[in-house]
């Protein structure tokens, strides 16, 4: 047992974004408000993030709920409970 070697798979080991980084990203794209392609948001974020771990946020975003990714860029669609609250008390009962 001692002889045996444990390789692993380099293709599962993958880098996982911070949690700074997400919220970073998530800042900037509720901040732009419109349509913005990915290079737009590269360029928009404060700090540097690799292609792939902002693809994996990207990602993560749309699983939630919080933004749409189509062909022509992405948009922010997620909105915060007071803005929903305040959208509910302005509209017409039914």
């Known amino acids: 047992m001692a002889s045996e070697t444990i390789q692993i798979n380099k293709e599962k080991v993958k880098h996982s974004p911070t949690l700074n980084t997400v919220l970073m990203v998530e800042e900037v794209l509720k901040n732009v408000g419109e349509l913005i392609t990915v290079a737009e948001l590269k360029r928009k974020l404060p700090k540097k993030v690799m ?22 860029g992405i948009l922010w669609i997620f909105t915060e409970r007071k803005e929903l609250e305040a959208m509910i008390n302005r509209g017409t009962e039914l």
């Open 51 to 72: 292609h792939q771990t902002l693809i994996e946020i990207l990602d993560y975003l749309q699983f939630s709920g919080k933004i749409i990714i189509g062909t022509k």
